[in-house]
Nanobody
Framework: QVQLVASGGRLVQAGGSLRLSCAAS????????IGWFRQAPGKEREFVAA????????YNADSVKGRFTISRDNAKNTVYLQMDSLKPEDTAVYYC?????????????????WGQGTQVTVSS
């Protein structure tokens, strides 16, 4: 079982940067694919980025390509989401999620464990 704690969200101006962290408990962290999702008020939860457990391949949603970078430090049981050139439309609660040996997927229900979410607000 894995417990996830997301952090790093705050208010930032458009064009600014933030780094979100997702800290995980458990001894087999390296065997989990980690995804970031976000949910804005009145909208459905959407995929943002993922880093795959085997090989470390990364995937980004089209809306964040070239601006967001996902990475992981297995020694620290932590996944990061570096967000640059932020836009007001990036405002949302950001969640990290984990799936055991999960191949790439943007489907939220495929992930077994979820963090509590961290609020990112981008002002114009």
């Amino acid at each position: 079982q894995v417990q996830l704690v997301a952090s790093g969200g705050r208010l930032v101006q458009a064009g600014g940067s933030l780094r979100l962290s997702c800290a995980a408990s458990g001894r087999t962290f390296s065997a989990y694919t980690i995804g970031w999702f976000r949910q804005a008020p009145g909208k459905e939860r959407e995929f943002v980025a993922a880093i795959i457990w085997s090989g470390g391949n990364t995937y980004n949603a089209d809306s964040v390509k070239g601006r967001f970078t996902i990475s992981r430090d297995n020694a620290k049981n932590t996944v990061y989401l570096q967000m640059d050139s932020l836009k007001p439309e990036d405002t949302a609660v950001y969640y990290c999620a984990a799936g055991f040996r999960l191949p790439f997927t943007i489907t939220a229900s495929a992930y077994d464990y979820w963090g509590q979410g961290t609020q990112v607000t981008v002002s114009s």
